[in-house]
Nanobody, 123 residues
Framework: QVQLVESGGGLQQAGKSLELSCQAS????????MGWYRRAPGKQRELVAT???????NYGDDVRGRFTISRDNAKKTVNLQMNSLKPEDTGVYYC?????????????????WGQGTQVTVSS
């Protein structure tokens, strides 16, 4: 069974750093553009960062210059290094990836989400 599992959230002070990790597991043919999204209290889910299998990264405006996304294709992991944290970075962070698996009917790509990890930044 394919799944994404996040780790690394928690409570941190403003100005400090946290690192999130996401591990993809299960039998898969390919792992597409991976990313991190977050949902702040009372707000819709928003893009934090994405990264292609070739390492091309894209960031949301609120985190550009402070957060860095990276991935290890061999280990099937994606990390998010969060520096200079702000209280407005508080929220639940979700790992995302389109994953291609082999079904009885052939290859099929589905979107997968992790269960989410809470990040709380105190002022």
């Amino acid at each position: 069974q394919v799944q994404l599992v996040e780790s690394g959230g928690g409570l941190q002070q403003a100005g400090k750093s946290l690192e999130l990790s996401c591990q993809a597991s299960g039998r898969m043919l390919s792992l597409g553009k991976m990313g991190w999204y977050r949902r702040a209290p009372g707000k819709q889910r928003e893009l934090v960062a994405t990264i292609t299998s070739y390492g091309s990264a894209n960031y949301g405006d609120d985190v550009r210059g402070r957060f860095t996304i990276s991935r290890d294709n061999a280990k099937k992991t994606v990390n998010l290094q969060m520096n200079s944290l702000k209280p407005e970075d508080t929220g639940v962070y979700y790992c995302y990836a389109p994953i291609t698996t082999l079904q009885d009917s052939g290859a099929r790509t589905n979107e997968y989400w992790g269960q989410g990890t809470q990040v709380t930044v105190s002022s």
